[in-house]
């Protein structure tokens, strides 16, 4: 499902980082919080950032992101779901609005 969401075949997001799929100022957001937070922790919850479709336009999205360990504790990779998050932002802009 992300790869129609982003608008790309899925064979051009296989073996990619999720880094390199997001917008400039999400990708700054995620060095500067979220790296820090999911090496010390492990773990993301409900971490809003922006997508980069294809054609560059932004989709928002939510991610719960976790580290998965070896029993040893050595890290083995990552386990990302991504909720596509569109009518949830355009709910949260519309309650800024309000007075």
């Known amino acids: 499902m992300l790869a129609g969401w982003l608008?790309?075949?899925?064979?051009?997001?296989?073996?990619r980082r999720l880094q390199s799929l997001?917008?400039?100022g999400a990708l700054i957001f995620y060095e500067a919080h979220c790296a820090?937070?999911?090496k010390a922790e492990g773990h993301l919850r409900q971490?809003?950032?922006d997508l980069r479709?294809?054609?560059?336009?932004?989709?928002?999205?939510l991610?719960?992101?976790?580290?998965?360990?070896?029993?040893d504790g050595h890290p083995l990779g990552s386990r990302l779901v991504v909720f596509?998050?569109?009518?949830?932002?355009?709910?949260?802009?519309?309650?800024?609005?309000?007075?």
């Open 36 to 38: 820090r937070l999911l």
């Open 53 to 61: 479709r294809a054609d560059g336009t932004p989709v928002p999205a």
């Open 47 to 49: 971490i809003a950032l």
């Open 7 to 15: 608008g790309a075949p899925r064979e051009a997001l296989v073996g």
């Open 63 to 71: 991610l719960d992101w976790r580290r998965v360990d070896a029993p």
């Open 84 to 99: 596509e998050a569109s009518e949830r932002r355009a709910w949260e802009e519309e309650v800024l609005a309000q007075p």
């Open 22 to 24: 997001l917008t400039a």
